[in-house]
C-alpha cells in the first residue's frame, strides 16, 4: 500500500498562458490566426514543390519536408489548447499528455536534423559545385530525411518511456491506494527443482541463435558474392531474429538465476515495445523478401533494375520505420490503462497478456490490435501468397526438371521459413483465443518468439549452398588467424 492517503493523477491541467476570462477571446483569436497562416502556408509551399517539377531538387526536397515536419509541429499543440480555450476545459488525459509530447519531441529533434541536412546541402552546392550532382543523389537525400525520422522517433521513445516510470500523486484526496510500480513475470514454472533445466534450455538455444545469426550475417558481410538483394534482407532478418530473442530470453535467464520475477512498469513497456518492433519486422522483412523472389524468378532480365541498392534499402527503412509506429501506438495505448493486478502469465510482457491485467475497458485496444493484424499482417501475408503464386506459375512453365529445380531452390528456404513464422504465429493466435490456459499459450510463444528465430540460420544454411561455402570460407578465415 502506498503509505498516506494517495491518489494517481489520471489526467493533467495545462493552465496555458492566461485564467483571466477576458483575455481567452484575444488569446483564441490570436493562436487561430497564427495557426491559419502556419497551416496554409506550409501546404502551399508543399503543394508548390510537388507540382513544378522545375523544383524537384535536393534543396527544394529538404524544404517540403521541412514545411511539412512545421505544419505538423503546430499541429501537435495548438488545436489542443484552441479547443480547451473554447470549451473552457484544460484538462488533458495522461495519454493524451504522454502522446502529445511524444509527437512534440519527434517533430521538434526533425527540424533539428532537416535543418543540419540543409546546411550540408548549401555546403556541397557552393563547396563542391562540380560534384553537386554525384554527391546529393535522390538517394542520399532519401535516406537522409528516413534516417532523422529513425533517430527523431527513438530519441522521443526514449524520453516518453523514461517519463512512464514517474509516478504523479496527490495527497488532497482521501482513501488509500495500492499502487503498483511493476509487474512479476511467472515464466513457466515455479518449482526450484525446474529451473535448472528450464536455464539449461534456454540458455542453450539463446546461444544457438545468437551464434547462428551472427554467423549468417559476418558471412553475407565478408563475402563479396553475397552482396545481391536476396542476402541483404536475409542479414536484415538475421539481425532482426537475434534482436528477438536478446529482448525476451535474457531476462528470463536472469530471473531464474536470480529468483526474482519482478520487473519495473518502464521496463515492461520498453521489453513489449522492442518486441512488437522486431516481430512486425520479421513480417515485414518476409514480405520484401517473397517480392524479391517473385522480380527474380518472374521478371529476370529487368531484376538488376528492379531491385535497385536505393529500393532495397527504402524497402528496409520503411519496414523499420512502420514497425517502430506501430509498437508505439500501441504501447502508447496501453498507457491509458491501470492495473487491478500485477501477475503476468508468461516469460515475457506480451501486449495480450498485459491487457489481461487492466481493470479499464480495453475495448479500444484490442479494436486497434485487429486493426493492425488486418493492415500490417492479413496485407503482407496476402503479398507473400500472390507472389509464390506468380512464383509457382513461372516455375511451371520452365520446360526442363532441371530448370524447375533450380528456380524453385532459390526460393526454397524463403518458403520454408515464411511458412515457420506464419505457423507458429498462428498457433499462439489460436492458443489464446480457444483456451483459457495460459501456460498453453506461452508454449505456443515459445515457438514464435524463440525457436523460430533459432531455426532460421539453419534453414538458410543448410539449404543454400552459397551461405554453406561462405560460412566455409568464413571458419577457415577464422581459424587461420588464430594459428
Known sequence: MAPGNQTKFTEFILLGFSETPEQQGAIFGLFLGMYLVTVFGNILIILAFGSDSHLHTPMYFFLSNLSFVDLCMVSTTVPKMLVGILTQNKAISYAGCLAQMYFFIVFAGLDNFLLTAM??????????????????????????????????????????????????????????????????????????EEQGPLFGLFLGMYLVTVLGNLFIMLAIGSDSHLHT?????????????????????????????????????????????????FASLDNFLLTVMAYDRFVAICHPLHYAAIMSPRLCVLLVLLSWILSLLDSLLHCLMVTRLSFCAHKIQHFFCDLDQVMKLSCAGTFI?????????????????????????????????????????????????????????????????????????????????????????????????????????ALRRLISKIISSRS
Not at 132 to 148: A, D, K, Q
Not at 373 to 382: D, F, K, V
Request: glycine share 6%; proline share 5%; charged share 10%.
Open 119 to 192: 546546411a550540408y546541402d548549401r555546403f556541397v552546392a557552393i563547396c563542391h559545385p562540380l560534384h553537386y550532382t554525384s554527391i546529393m543523389s535522390p538517394e542520399l537525400c532519401c535516406l537522409l530525411v528516413l534516417l532523422s525520422w529513425i533517430l527523431s522517433l527513438l530519441d522521443a521513445l526514449l524520453h516518453s518511456l523514461m517519463v512512464t516510470r514517474l509516478s504523479f500523486f496527490s495527497r488532497m484526496v482521501p482513501g488509500n491506494q495500492t499502487q503498483f510500480t511493476g509487474f512479476i513475470l511467472l515464466g513457466f514454472s515455479e518449482t526450484p
Open 229 to 277: 538483394p536476396m542476402y541483404f534482407f536475409l542479414s536484415n532478418l538475421s539481425f532482426v531474429d537475434l534482436c528477438v530473442v536478446s529482448t525476451t530470453v535474457p531476462k528470463m535467464l536472469v530471473n531464474i538465476l536470480t529468483q526474482n520475477k519482478a520487473i519495473p512498469y518502464a521496463d515492461c513497456f520498453a521489453q513489449m515495445y522492442f518486441f512488437i518492433i
Open 365 to 469: 485496444n484490442y479494436v486497434l490490435v485487429y486493426l493492425a493484424i488486418g493492415l500490417l499482417g492479413i496485407i503482407p501475408l496476402t503479398g507473400i501468397l500472390f507472389s509464390y503464386s506468380q512464383i509457382c506459375s513461372s516455375i511451371l512453365k520452365v520446360p526442363s526438371s532441371g530448370g524447375k529445380y533450380k528456380a524453385f531452390s532459390t526460393c526454397g528456404s524463403h518458403l520454408s521459413v515464411v511458412s515457420l513464422f506464419y505457423g507458429t504465429g498462428l498457433g499462439v493466435y489460436l492458443s489464446s483465443s480457444t483456451t483459457h490456459s495460459s501456460w498453453k499459450s506461452t508454449i505456443a510463444s515459445v515457438m514464435y518468439a524463440v525457436v523460430t528465430p533459432m531455426l532460421n540460420p539453419f534453414i538458410y544454411s543448410l539449404r543454400n549452398k552459397d551461405i554453406k561455402n
